[in-house]
């Protein structure tokens, strides 16, 4: 199998028990996750199959939002509630006061990574040598907070939902904001519920997929490879072409090429008139459906340079 699935990752199993379990259920050993959730979090995990696993890299860098709820007057060794209680205090803020120190966190911001992570310092995770009893001192990234809606306020708990760049640890953003209010925070709980285009409402357990394989009706759960890159441009080459891109070299860019394409598509994916810009990404196929792969369109040379092949079924 080729594609994206969207598992719903549930409590107490890590990615890569995930990822083990598929293998068996599945009988395919080429199969990735695409960025860890913490063993206490539950929720979106889309995992790649067979040439879907190109896309691991890809898929790490989009969006993800997720529903928190973080615990004031408190804080632990792992920033979460599953740690060592450090110290506590008194919660005497306001509901005004957390509204607007939750809102301060809108937008760019260094964010210190927690101990117990899998960020490598010195190529060692970090959270091996805090199982070591050591802790060091870590380099703040910087992060992007793009949206962070307060669901329910009960003191001594806010639950929020929290949409997010690459590399944010909803952690260290509980542990951040309880610093700020002066009174000490850590995160209770944690669900993702979306990466990307991958959204919780499509998510299915690891049990589902057990069924849903004895049934034989997995397919249509199994996003295909070339829908991940369903907002850039999609064109189809002529057959003259079909040996260049068999071998994964560049091809000259040209408004024949273009007609073709626009003759081809029914779907709506090539808008007419689209004018390529430098850089731009383009879905590559073959008249015969055959997903090629990802090209950049080179402006100052005129060609279509190759990204990442993926040779796949189009769907």
Not at 56 to 80: H, I, N, P, W
């Amino acid at each position: 199998m080729d594609g994206i699935i969207t598992i719903y990752k549930e409590r107490g199993y890590t990615s890569h028990d995930v990822v083990a379990k598929l293998r068996g259920i599945l009988h395919q050993k080429k199969i990735g996750h695409t960025g860890t959730l913490d063993p206490e979090a539950e929720g979106v995990l889309p995992v790649c199959l067979g040439k879907g696993t190109k896309l691991c890299d890809m898929l790490s860098d989009r969006t993800k939002t997720y529903q928190a709820v973080l615990r004031l007057g408190v804080s632990t060794d792992t920033e979460d509630m599953t740690g060592t209680v450090l110290e506590e205090r008194k919660v005497t803020v306001t509901e005004e006061e957390v509204i607007s120190v939750i809102a301060s966190f809108v937008g760019e911001y260094e964010q210190i990574p927690p101990m117990y992570s899998a960020k490598k310092v010195n190529g060692k995770k970090l959270y091996e040598l805090a199982r070591e009893g050591k802790v060091i001192e870590r380099k703040a990234s910087k992060v992007q907070i793009y949206e962070s809606i307060i669901d329910r306020i009960e003191l001594p708990y806010v639950t929020m939902t929290v949409s997010c760049s690459k590399g944010t640890y909803i952690r260290s953003l509980c542990r951040d904001i309880g610093e700020k209010l002066g009174c000490l925070g850590a995160m209770q709980s944690l669900l993702r519920t979306r990466v990307g285009e991958y959204r919780i409402e499509d998510a299915i357990k690891l049990a589902e997929v057990e069924q849903l394989v004895a049934e034989e009706k997995l397919l249509p759960h199994i996003f295909p490879v070339d829908k991940a890159f369903s907002n850039c441009p999609k064109y189809v080459v002529p057959k003259e072409l079909n040996k260049a891109v068999d071998n994964g070299n560049s091809f000259r860019y040209n408004e024949a090429m273009l007609d073709i394409a626009n003759k081809a598509m029914s779907d709506g994916d090539l808008l007419l008139g689209h004018v390529l810009m430098p850089e731009d990404d383009i879905r590559i196929y073959k008249e015969d459906g055959m997903f090629v792969g990802l090209y950049s369109y080179d402006a100052e040379m005129g060609l279509m340079r190759p990204k990442k092949l993926f040779f796949v079924e189009g769907r």
